[in-house]
Each structure stands twice: as structure tokens, then as C-alpha cells.
């Protein structure tokens, strides 16, 4: 099983700051199939990204993903405050598996 | 328009049994894979189990092999998890999960809105 482990844990910005999150695999993930999620409170995840770096159907473009092999970065241009919420990786290359997610807090 | 409903959650004491449904429409159901993804209350999520367009074959995290069942009718547009065996730590909201296109890679949208089962004595 492929772990992912996203950092930091928490990121605490303003609206208009840039983010940037982590996510590492435990071994090469295939394909460079690695995909984002958003999850608002009490709401179902959201897919933003898949492929390492093209977007889902209606993402704004400043959500950016890049990464290949075992290092993957979701960045966030300019924070708008629909964005605070929690982020999470997942690979599909192999059995599917979900890092542990980064919450994206108002500083 | 895609929507995914899931229902049957509740409350179950260990050792119990439940059965969740979720129900597709506005797409072609037989022709996608359909998932099932967990997620504790407050923590990550875990992707649990999936089935093919036919039925035919099966997958499962091992954390709920032998105890969970994934099941389809393609004839009422519905995916099912029958949980057996229950546990304390299968406390979870359960959401049905699909694949953006038909044969495609196991990145999902849409999710449904979850279905909650606490297991609890």
C-alpha cells in the first residue's frame, strides 16, 4: 500500500496569500496518478485536480497542481475565502489511498 | 444532471449487520465503475470498496475484506455495501464515489452527499 502523507497539518494564511501544500508518497506513484481534493465542513470532497497537474471541470486556475514520482504540491495563487477547507491527496496508481489531509485556516 | 444518493446509515451495535444504497441517475450507471469511500468524523478518508460496471468484479480494502460485500442492481441504478461484522472503528460517514468517466482512472466526482453509520453499544 502507497502511504501519502501530506504537510503541514495545518496552514494558517490570509485571503490573497499564496499556498502551498505537500504531499509525499512512500514509493513512486505510477503515472503520476495523483489526485486533489477540497472538503468544506459538511460537505462531500471535491475533486480539483487528477493527473498530478490538470484541473477538473470548473476549478478556477488558481489552483495549480505539479509533482511527479514520490513529491506532489497543490498551490493556491491568491486565497479566496471559499478556499478555507481541507485539502486532501490521493493516489489511484494502485489500490487507492488518501493522504491525511492539510486544513487550510483564516490567519 | 449526476447525482449520487446514499442511504441506510444508522445506528448498529457491534457484531451487527447494515446494508447502505446508493442511488445513480443522470448518467449511464451500468457503464462505471462505482466506489465506496469513508471518513470518520473529523478525520481522512479511506477508500473501503468498488465494483465494476458489470458486476463482475470486486475490490476491497483489506480493513473490511471478509466482512463488507459490494453489490449492483443495474437495473434500479444502484450500488450497494452490505457491512457485516461490524465494528467500532467502521464508524464513518460512507459516501458513494464515481470515476469522471466510464473505464476511466479511479479519481471521483461526483461523491454523494454520505451516509452516517455509528457503531455503538
Known amino acids: 500500500e502507497i502511504v501519502l502523507t501530506q504537510s503541514p497539518g495545518t496552514l494558517s494564511l490570509s485571503p490573497g496569500e499564496r499556498a502551498t501544500l505537500s504531499c509525499r508518497a512512500s514509493q513512486s506513484v505510477r503515472s503520476n496518478s495523483l489526485a486533489w481534493y477540497q472538503q468544506s465542513p459538511g460537505q462531500a470532497p471535491r475533486l480539483l485536480i487528477y493527473?498530478?497537474?490538470s484541473r477538473a471541470t470548473g476549478i478556477p486556475d488558481r489552483f495549480g497542481g505539479s509533482g511527479s514520482g514520490t513529491d506532489f504540491t497543490l498551490t493556491i495563487s491568491r486565497l479566496e475565502p471559499e478556499d478555507f477547507a481541507v485539502y486532501y491527496c490521493q493516489q489511484y496508481g494502485s489500490s487507492p489511498t488518501f493522504g491525511q489531509g492539510t486544513k487550510v485556516e483564516i490567519k | 444532471e449526476v447525482q449520487l444518493l446514499e442511504s441506510g446509515g444508522g445506528l448498529v451495535q457491534p457484531g451487527g449487520s447494515l446494508r447502505l444504497s446508493c442511488a445513480a441517475s443522470?448518467?449511464?450507471?451500468?457503464?462505471?465503475?462505482m466506489t465506496w469511500v469513508r471518513q470518520v468524523p473529523g478525520k481522512g478518508l479511506e477508500w473501503v470498496s468498488a465494483i465494476t460496471g458489470s458486476g463482475g468484479i470486486t475490490y476491497y480494502a483489506d480493513s473490511v475484506k471478509g466482512r463488507f460485500t459490494i453489490s449492483r442492481d443495474n437495473s434500479k441504478n444502484t450500488v450497494y455495501l452490505q457491512m457485516n461484522s461490524l465494528r467500532v472503528e467502521d464508524t464513518a460517514f460512507y459516501y458513494c464515489a464515481r470515476p469522471t468517466a466510464p473505464g476511466g482512472a479511479w479519481y471521483y466526482d461526483p461523491w454523494g452527499q454520505g451516509t452516517l453509520v455509528t457503531v455503538s453499544s
Open positions: 443522470g448518467f449511464t450507471f451500468s457503464t462505471y465503475t
Open positions: 493527473g498530478a497537474s
